[in-house]
């Protein structure tokens, strides 16, 4: 952690505002929020290591006196790291007032995948109208609102910066203090508002389309990274699965291959099941990838003819390649996730749970597989439904009343924002430290990082507080 030292003061901020505001702007948007918060004085600031007005830092003692009880917290979450643009707005008792997901169906078949510009252009097309249709949903303004939660990262900075522009004009116009929310701990804490009496610590298993993570959740903002994927992700593997197999992306790979892998047979393709010799709980993809690439080339089958059309032989020929597919992606997670358990009992020996979430997790089958490891070692399998397994904004929105309630949160910006004010996003920024023993030498090559991790940046504010 010493080493981070020096980037500390400019990167503690949950989401920190780059831009040097005037300083009448400042003040009036802090007398605001004292005002909406009855706030008697700013306290020990939060961001920067030289008292700021934009920079205060509330301790959760004094959130429950000047806030009231959480049960009064209404958090609106927005997400856009990704390809879906999504808002939500969710009362801190854990009630989903509105939920609102627009995805770019055709901007995927088009590319084939996500491509960073047009997904940005996308965004910033429907973010007014997701944003106001969840605040309709939820039958409320934006002045009902405690506080907005926005996904900083990691992500596509191009996608980020929609999403933290919205927010920042949202909070700044209603002088809404904002959350600067990780994706990878949104995914794991959605869990908590799905199963509210799940308590940390617990093993949390992430899949999506760009993150393969074994964590290990000891706290609120403390995460121990017991594994990664040195290459590529789960998600991303089912979706270039679909891409070769020729099958309808609208719905994104991973659901396609899942149903098609129902017609086919499991043991017809021998796939080789990825890094069976190293120890650890670090995950491969691209091997597995090529391994697919190479059956559906020598299967005769052309990905040019949609499945729909192919016939019943080739059809059941590309049905077998996506059930072989999926055993083998799936048995790679079952032998990662029981050696990270063994590490983690190790570790925190009261953990009685694991977390599986991230898009890949709404798998029937991943969840099915999952299930025995985990009942197998007297432990239980928290699954969120399907709907916020994928990128969504409920699990920004409760991911951010979390650290809200915490008092880890900015103050409102100001409402005269400069368009061009640089943004603190975050697109590569890991949750946890790396756990020692789980180091893989093949990983180490592809280390380069931006941002210090989440539970370093907590850690060391919560030193600078004491
Ligand atoms: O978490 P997510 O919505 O977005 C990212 O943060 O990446 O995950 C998207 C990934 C995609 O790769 C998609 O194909 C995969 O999750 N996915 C699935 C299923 N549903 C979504 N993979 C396998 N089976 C599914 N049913
Ligand atoms: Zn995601």
């Known amino acids: 952690m010493a080493s981070l030292a020096p980037t500390l003061s400019s990167t503690i901020s949950r989401l ?8 009448q702007s400042a003040i009036t948007t802090l007398k605001n929020f004292q005002f909406k918060y009855k706030l008697s004085k700013p306290t020990r600031p939060f961001l920067n290591s030289s008292p ?7 301790s959760s003692a004094q959130m429950k006196s000047t806030i009231g009880s959480d049960d009064d917290l209404v958090v609106l979450g927005i997400e856009t790291s990704c390809d879906d643009t999504a808002a939500a707005v969710v009362r801190s008792n854990g009630e989903i007032l509105s939920q609102v997901v627009s995805s770019q169906a055709d901007l995927l078949v088009q590319y084939g995948g996500v491509a960073p510009k047009m997904a940005e252009e996308a965004h910033s097309k429907v973010i007014d109208q997701v944003v106001q249709e969840a605040l309709d949903k939820a039958n409320l303004s934006e002045s009902d609102l405690s506080a907005v939660a926005v996904t900083i ?5 191009l996608c980020l910066r929609v999403g933290v522009k919205k927010a920042r004009k949202l909070a700044g116009t209603y002088a809404l203090p904002i959350v600067g929310v990780h994706h990878m701990e949104a995914h794991a804490l959605v869990a908590r508002l799905v199963q509210r009496e799940l308590q940390f610590p617990f093993l949390v298993l992430l899949i999506s389309g760009g993150h393969n993570l074994l964590i290990l959740a ?31 992306l609208r719905k994104s790979g991973g659901p396609a291959v899942e149903e098609l892998a129902r017609e086919g047979d499991a043991d017809s393709i021998k796939f080789k099941v990825p890094m069976k010799q190293h120890k650890d709980c670090n995950f491969s993809y691209a091997g597995l990838k090529t391994q697919v690439r190479l059956a559906v080339e020598s299967g005769s089958i052309n990905p040019g003819i949609p499945v729909s059309s192919a016939t019943s032989e080739d059809r059941k020929a590309r049905a077998n390649i996506a059930a072989s597919f999926q055993r083998v992606a799936v048995l790679h997670l079952e032998e990662k996730c029981e050696r990270a358990i063994e590490w983690a009992s190790k570790i925190e020996p009261s953990i009685k749970h694991l977390v599986v979430s991230g898009g890949v997790a709404s798998n029937q089958f ?21 709907k916020l397994c994928t990128d969504n904004g409920v699990m920004v929105a409760w991911t951010g009343i979390e650290h809200f309630r915490m008092g880890r949160f900015d103050p409102p910006p100001p409402s005269d924002e400069p368009e061009d004010a640089v943004l603190d996003l975050r697109p590569r920024w ?7 023993e789980g180091r893989s030498d093949a990983r180490s090559i592809r280390r380069a990082r931006i941002h210090p991790s989440l539970t370093s940046l907590i850690q060391a504010s919560m030193l600078q507080q004491s």
């Open 16 to 23: 920190t505002h780059l831009h040097k505001p005037s300083l």
């Open 52 to 58: 700021s007005p934009l920079s205060a830092h509330f």
């Open 153 to 157: 990262g990691p992500g596509l900075s």
């Open 218 to 248: 000891r706290d609120l903002g403390n995460y121990v990274q017991l594994g990664t994927t040195i290459d590529d992700a789960i998600g991303e593997a089912y979706d270039k699965t679909a891409k070769w197999l020729g099958l309808d």
């Open 366 to 386: 991943v969840r099915a597989r999952l299930n025995q490891i985990v009942e197998k070692n007297c432990l239980q399998l928290v699954c969120p439904p399907p």
């Open 430 to 436: 890991p949750l946890g430290e790396e756990y020692a």
